[in-house]
């Protein structure tokens, strides 16, 4: 049964950060890559930062500069280190595999808010 895990959101301020973490079960994590997509209110889904099966980033261009993608292969984590966070990063998080089948996780919320 393959599982994503998403951890790590929460109310922050503005210009604070915040680290989220998805925990992967079920797949060959190498194999796989890892992206993190947010949905705010409203809108679609979109695409926030992804990293390759061989570690290449790529990233929003809302992001770019802010936030830092990054997996533990030992681990079969991914993170995102999210910093300088505004207001309209709010939006729930998600984490989402691609490989031979597509698999996401049940989101984290992220609130940026004074």
């Known amino acids: 049964q393959v599982q994503l895990v998403e951890s790590g959101g929460g109310l922050v301020q503005p210009g604070g950060s915040l680290r989220l973490s998805c925990a992967a079960s079920?797949?060959?994590?190498?194999?796989?890559?890892m992206g993190w997509y947010r949905q705010a209110p409203g809108k679609q889904r979109e695409l926030v930062a992804i990293?390759?099966?061989?570690?290449?980033?790529n990233y929003a261009d809302s992001v770019k500069g802010r936030f830092t993608i990054s997996r533990d292969y030992a681990k079969n984590m991914v993170y995102l280190e999210m910093n300088s966070l505004k207001p309209e990063d709010t939006a729930v998080y998600y984490c989402?595999?691609?490989?031979?089948?597509?698999?996401w996780g049940q989101g984290t919320q992220v609130t940026v808010s004074s």
């Open positions: 079920g797949i060959i994590f190498s194999i796989y890559h």
């Open positions: 990293i390759s099966s061989g570690g290449t980033t």
């Open positions: 989402k595999a691609d490989g031979r089948n597509d698999y």
